[in-house]
Every structure is written in C-alpha cells, then in structure tokens.
C-alpha cells in the first residue's frame, strides 16, 4: 500500500531506541535507519555497549552520513539522574538540539519476561516481582518522559511506539509478570494518547519472532501446555523473521491510519485498521 502523504519516514527525526542491541531493536533500528533521511540522529539504548556499536557499525555500512549515538542504558536503574541527564548528555556529545528536528520518534523496545519459572500463586521473592516493574514498567515511564520533556515542542510531530504483545491483551499461563507488564505498558500508553491528541501513540504487537526472548520462551517457561506451544510454533516453522514484523510496524507507520493509543497485532488486517478509523472519525 502507498505511503500517506505525510510519511514520517520523509522528515528529518531525532529517533530513540530502547533495547537497540539485539532482537527486535536491532531490527528496528537497522530498518528505521534505513527509511529516514540521513540527517536525521539515532540514540539507540540498552546495557551492552559492545553489541550497540555492532549495530551502528552495521547500520553506516549502508548509511554512512547517519549520526548515530550509542548510550549505556539500564532500564530498571531507576537513578534519578541518569535519566534527568540521559538526553542531555546525548545532545551536547553530538551538538544538537531539539530544533534541529523536525520531528522525535521513540520505539519502547525493551523487555524482559520478568519470571516465566513461576505460576502467579508463586511470585513471592521481592527482588524478582520489583525488578520486573522497574524496568519494563517505572523506568520505561521514566525514560518515556524524559524524551517528551526534551521534544516539547507540540507542533512538531512527536511519535512513541510500544512494542507491546499479544500478553498484554490474553492471559498465558506462567507469564503473569510479562502479562502484566504489558497491560500496564498498553494502558499507560492509552492514558498518554487520550491526554495528548498532537502525540502519535502506537502499541504494536510483533508476533512471535526469533530472538533470545523467544527461545527462552520454549526453553525456560514452567507451565507445561504453554511451553509446548512455544516449542511446536518453533519447530513448525511458525515464529516470525524480526525484519518481517517491522516492515510491517514501517508499513503500519507510514499509513498513519491506525487510531492513536491502538493496539495492533502483526496478524491484524490492517485494512481493517484502516476502516475502523475512518468510520470512527
Ligand atoms: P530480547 O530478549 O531478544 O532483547 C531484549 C532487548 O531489551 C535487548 O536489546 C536488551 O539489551 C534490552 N534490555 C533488556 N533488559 C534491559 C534493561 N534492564 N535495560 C535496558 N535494556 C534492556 O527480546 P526481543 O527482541 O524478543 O523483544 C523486544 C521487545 O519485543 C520486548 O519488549 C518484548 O516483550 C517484545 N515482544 C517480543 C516478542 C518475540 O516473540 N520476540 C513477541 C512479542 C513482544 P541489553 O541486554 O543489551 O540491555
């Protein structure tokens, strides 16, 4: 399908990244630098420098002009100062500002599965239950509100993806922290398009795609049925290429139909999306 007429991929972005070392980060952004002018600045985020500076390395092979900025980020760090400083220090390291933009994307990629050893009745270590809502909960908020603090300019387009799952919307017996983690996360990100009509809000739910995630999906989760469903979508060849979902996030993006604050599955028919919004407006 034909790109809108304001495709964002057309106008010089600052894009942020979270969890950009692997995966589906990786993914995104390596096809997300691909579609954007080459002016524009990638701050691509996780924990491991080492494979971040893989991925920018891999990313000017084929767009050599693009600045890319790679920053150590702990998500469930919840220090105060790293994320009141977190952009700033990006800024002045590469000598912009948020004028120099015409538009802010940020991607809300990573996550973790918090616990899938365990059913519900047995979340009882304090760590464990506090660590999983620090990082895929308080400090993607944290950091959520940060990148809106620096591009406060509402006259610009501002852009947050979710990459949010199916979880968040079906429950799946030994995922109740990943669960509800993503509920919160979809919620949060509903609240925050209802609140702020100029922001463009998406949940996107990917599929099921090759990634470590995945593999500790069939690999480590407790509940027998659940992980022999991981097991048979693996060896029936049923999982999804990372790249294939986000082409279609891209393609998503670039249609700019869905309704902000949705949650759209890779499976659904876009179309559909489509004509639900144009019926509801
Ligand atoms: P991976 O486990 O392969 O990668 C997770 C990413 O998150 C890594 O880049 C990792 O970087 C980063 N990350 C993990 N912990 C932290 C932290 N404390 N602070 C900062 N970054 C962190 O996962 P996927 O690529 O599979 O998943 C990416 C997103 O897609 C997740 O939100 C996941 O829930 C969602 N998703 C995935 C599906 C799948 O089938 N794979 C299906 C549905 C949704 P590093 O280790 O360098 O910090």
């Given at each position: 399908m034909a790109a809108a007429a304001n495709d964002m991929f057309s106008r010089k972005a600052c894009v942020v990244i979270t969890g950009?070392?692997?995966g589906l980060g990786k993914s995104v952004a390596k096809i997300f630098a691909s579609k954007f002018p080459s002016t524009s600045l990638f701050i691509l985020l996780s924990r491991n420098v080492s494979n971040l500076d893989v991925v920018k390395s891999e990313i000017l092979e084929n767009n050599p002009n693009l600045t890319i900025a790679v920053k150590k980020f702990d998500?469930?760090?919840?220090d105060q100062t790293i994320y009141d400083t977190l952009f700033d220090s990006v800024f002045k390291e590469y000598n912009v500002?948020?004028?120099?933009?015409e538009q802010s994307v940020i991607v809300h990629n990573a996550g973790t599965l918090g616990d899938n050893t365990k059913y519900a009745s047995d979340l009882s270590d304090v760590q464990t239950v506090q660590a999983n809502f620090d990082m895929n909960v308080s400090g993607m908020i944290l950091l959520n509100s940060q990148f809106l603090k620096k591009f406060s300019n509402s006259s610009k387009g501002r852009s947050v993806v979710h990459i949010s799952s199916l979880v968040a919307i079906q429950p799946v017996p030994s995922f109740s922290l990943y669960c509800t983690g993503k509920a919160a996360r979809d919620m949060f990100f509903r609240v925050m398009a209802v609140e702020n009509p100029s922001i463009r809000v998406l949940n996107y739910a990917?599929?099921?795609?090759?990634t470590d995630m995945q593999r500790a999906c069939r690999e480590d989760t407790l509940d027998r049925t659940t992980r022999d469903m991981f097991q048979a979508m693996h060896t029936e060849g049923n999982t999804l290429d990372c790249d294939t979902s986000i082409n279609k996030l891209v393609e998503l993006l670039q249609q700019d139909q869905y309704d902000s604050g949705a949650h759209i599955d890779f499976f659904d028919d876009i179309g559909g999306h489509i004509a639900k919004a144009k019926l509801d407006s």
């Open positions: 950009a070392s692997r998500q469930g760090n919840l500002t948020a004028d120099d933009f990917p599929g099921p795609c090759e």
